[in-house]
C-alpha cells in the first residue's frame, strides 16, 4: 500500500512539473479533433 501511494504521489509531482514546464499537448482536446474529423469523413447515408 505504502509503495503504491509513493508512486502516485511522485507521479503528480512528476507530471504537475512537466505540465508547468513544457508544452504538453491537451490529449481531450487532440481526441476530441480526431473524432470531429471522423465524423465529417463518414459517407452520407444513400437514400435511393
Known sequence: M?????GF???NV???Y???NY???NIARK???IKKDVEARKKPP???
Open 23 to 25: 508544452d504538453v499537448p
Open 9 to 11: 504521489v511522485l507521479g
Open 31 to 33: 481526441f476530441e479533433e
Open 2 to 6: 505504502f509503495r503504491f501511494l509513493v
Open 18 to 20: 512537466l505540465a508547468q
Open 46 to 48: 444513400n437514400d435511393k
Open 14 to 16: 512528476f507530471g504537475v
